[in-house]
């Protein structure tokens, strides 16, 4: 119940927005504590939509609306020309979801359960998509310091590379919902007697809570900046970390309460599934739409440190998710991963 308060923020924050625009610590916060019930509610119809379509289904749509807002906000920025930023927050959605909320899951649910298991083979053709992801995230990289590289060279390769990730997305989703949709179905069974709610009011509650969310994430993202910097904080590390933590909220609360539910299959779909939406898809869209919209195309050619960061992450996931089980020493692994990454992006 205590959800339904901190629903009372989402007036604030539009209210603080409006008559003290200034403010920009308070607008970030009352904004950031506005998005929790948001997040909350699109956690319980995740939930319901999982009970009737799948747990793989399930995943994939939390993924989808959570992953709307962040879509709108790097538009957002496209349009004004920040690369920098957009290159920044898909990087830490990536990590984010990978380590953060997955790890948060892994120890929230082993503190419950000694020990859960999820279909392995499922959650390593995911680490697979995500190693796919950083490896197209490396050669960019690797391209613009080559000798004779060019600005135009760089484009044409990014956008060869977006169109081969969409399609790639492409044929995972088909696989994932299609062919092979058992490695993701999990195998919870609702409680005997429990009321299931109807697809389409399910369905509502997930739109209206996205359309929410993005709402006051473009209010909190337009306060980050003026924040950060009154905080002493560099953009980088409010990109790749501050803006992720918040921006992931809706996948951040449902992937731990379906945990401590012992759906480690729906937990680690949303989790997992999020990164290789973002690497995927988000990405290479907004690649392609930069050429019609803003000062200029945006390339794929990320920080080295950024793409490091990203390595790092797809590697120990692909450890840990790789066996089938988890516990709470599991989710603490990565969590520490999570915190000395978040300690050396502060301190640069």
Known sequence: M?????????????????????????????????????????????????????????????????????????????????????????????????????GAAMLGGGLRHPEQHFNSAGARSQATMLTLAAIALILPAAFQVAPGATAEGLGRLSVS?????LLVYSLYLAFGL??????????????????????????FVLAGATAGIAWMSEIMVAAIEPTAHELGLSDVFVGVFVVAIVGNAAEHATAITVALKDRMDLSLSIAIGSSVQIALFVAPVLVLVSYFLGPAPMNLAFRAGLVVTILLAVLITGQVAGDGRSDWLKGTQLLAVYLVLALTFFFL
């Open 178 to 203: 299609v062919t092979h949709r058992a490695l993701f179905a999990g195998s919870y069974e609702p409680e005997e007697g429990k009321t299931q709610a109807s697809l389409g009011l399910a369905a």
């Open 161 to 165: 590379i977006s169109v081969v990730l």
């Open 2 to 102: 205590a959800m339904y308060w901190f629903l009372l923020f989402v007036p604030v924050a539009v209210g603080v927005e409006i008559l003290a625009p200034e403010r920009y610590l308070l607008i970030f916060v009352t904004s950031s504590l506005a998005i929790l019930p948001l997040a909350w509610w699109m956690g319980r119809a995740t939930e319901q939509l999982a009970e009737r379509l799948g747990e793989g289904v399930g995943g994939l749509l939390n993924a989808t609306f959570g992953n709307a807002a962040e879509l709108i906000i790097a538009l957002v920025a496209l349009r004004s020309g920040l690369h920098d930023v957009v290159k920044a927050s898909i990087a830490g959605s990536i990590i984010g979801n990978i380590l953060l909320v997955l």
